[in-house]
């Protein structure tokens, strides 16, 4: 069974950094790509970053290109994402997922196979 668990979530203020973990079981995870997704009270599910099994590649939303950066571990069946300057609007529940390939090119959620239950993540002004 195929399971991934986040963590690193919490109450930050405008500026601030945080790092989300995510640790996958049940898969190797070189086996897949990998990303994040957040989704905002009201909002619709919206694509973070995206990355490649092994790590040689990786895209990053718009709104968060230049501020977050994703990132692997495969050794420790890890997924992390480092997030930097932190804005009110990044305040959300932030997913990570296996995407059914292994290129981390996926933006869309029809990509992805097994999803965390989600971190908060609220960033206060």
């Known amino acids: 069974q195929v399971q991934l668990v986040e963590s690193g979530g919490g109450l930050v203020q405008a500026g601030g950094s945080l790092r989300l973990s995510c640790v996958v079981s049940?898969?190797?995870?070189?086996?897949?790509?990998m990303g994040w997704f957040r989704q905002a009270p009201g909002k619709e599910r919206e694509f973070v970053a995206a990355?490649?099994?092994?790590?040689?590649?990786?895209l990053h939303g718009d709104s968060v290109k230049g501020r977050f950066t994703i990132s692997r571990d495969n050794a420790k069946n890890t997924v992390y994402l480092q997030m930097n300057s932190l804005k009110p609007e990044d305040t959300a529940v932030y997913y990570c997922?296996?995407?059914?390939?292994?290129?981390?090119?996926?933006?869309?959620?029809?990509?992805?196979?097994?999803w965390g239950q989600g971190t908060q993540v609220t960033v206060s002004s």
């Open positions: 049940g898969r190797t995870l070189s086996a897949s790509g």
């Open positions: 997922a296996a995407e059914k390939g292994i290129w981390g090119t996926a933006r869309s959620e029809s990509g992805y196979d097994y």
């Open positions: 990355i490649s099994w092994n790590g040689g590649s990786n």
